[in-house]
């Protein structure tokens, strides 16, 4: 049986971390979190902190910014993954003037060849009209093409708003 | 019989304002509207003027920009009274540099013990990616979280999109 | 029969434009694409040349930024239009300080006059919270009572997220 790609999409403080974790969790499998934020600023450091509290035990955490698709290809079998988040991914990877198109084909090769099951966590950004600022509106397309790439390769979306999920495909929950 | 919380998120221009007095009119109770908006310029007067005219005869208005809880505490059982909105409560918070833990604290304390049902507007805010601006930040965050907090209490949950309702948690309409 | 009208919303590379094309092609009718975007630079151009290559042959095609009542009048019965998109529309109608009540007045009459079936695509711009620049704040307010105009009168509201539907009003696909 081949390993489950889910994508769980939602805003900022939407819920959608800990209604992922929660997915992970009810697999009943030995836990990974693979982390994409850096401690570089105070806040991100106590939101890093205030994430992993939350989490509570039992997970094994890997961080790493930019290079996904080679940690995942080193991951062992029937295991839960939690990535979080491919929005933090693109983000680094635009900063870091990387090539996006490729980065994402590496990245979407190694959630394929995964075997273990992937639970990717992803902001939803686009819902505020086209940004005037041209860096912000090349994220905000990156973003759009990343998130449909995933989802048409998972076999269940689901957005949450205020800790609510709306299944978006597969399976109602 | 213990009094109906529901929140209704949405965007900008959504409906949701129209939306939830419709609700609150077919509850067939008294109407009672919690308003948080201030008239502090020509803009928000004549929104407040327009949202007044839309609303129509009926209701009694209470205009409250920030204790919002002191004021639910004296409203009389089997009313159904409309908070609109949750949003602009916070904001005015924000402003006015209050403990919005401890002001949300009280809130939804007194959410619980109102005895006539509530029906309370809020905006979805977090859905164009992270703001740089910090206090743009801060507040993308309280909203996300605030809204997490009323959601987790309320029996129903309604999402409004171009005046169009989707039930996020509870009887579908 | 009276002839279709479905809405299809979305954010920024949501997938809203690929969608409301398959739904066109579905109809197994004359297609028209009543475009109005403008190609004023590179970065336009170049996605009014993608959206082409991606929407492939057998499409007749209309270009005007402003004039869509007019257009839609002359449009032989029928047929199935894709409009896309009523945002830039309405960009291009405020931008040349049109008086936008009557142009949407204009635009939902020739909607309704419409004798071939109508698929309009727009933006869902309001998910960010209140804007602080006043024209961005305008723009905000007139799409969302665009939005809701619309969503009014047509038979079916799709909201495409990530590529994936969602039915908020009609038939589900």
């Not at 990974?32 to 989490?55: G, N, S």
């Not at 959630?111 to 273990?116: K, L, N």
Request: charged letters at 20%; a neutral charge; proline letters at 5%.
């Amino acid at each position: 049986m081949s390993a489950q790609l889910t994508l769980v999409l939602g805003g900022i403080a939407s819920g959608k971390s800990a209604f992922a974790e929660g997915l992970v969790r009810q697999s009943g499998k030995p836990m990974i979190y693979l982390a994409t934020a850096q401690p570089f600023d105070d806040e991100m450091t106590q939101k890093i902190a205030r994430h992993r509290k939350a989490r509570g035990p039992g997970w094994h955490t890997i961080e790493e910014p930019l290079a996904l698709a080679q940690n995942l290809r080193e991951i062992a079998p029937g295991q839960c993954v939690l990535l979080d988040c491919a929005t933090l991914w693109l983000s680094n990877h635009l900063l870091a003037e990387s090539d996006i198109e490729a980065e994402t084909h590496a990245l979407l090769a190694a959630f394929a060849d995964c075997s273990s099951d992937l639970v990717v966590v992803s902001n939803e950004v686009g819902l505020a009209g086209v940004p005037e600022n041209a860096l912000a509106r090349q994220f905000a397309n990156a973003q759009g093409r990343l998130n449909k790439s995933i989802a048409a390769r998972a076999s269940r979306v689901i957005l949450v708003t205020a800790g609510l999920p709306l299944t978006l495909k597969g399976p109602v929950a």
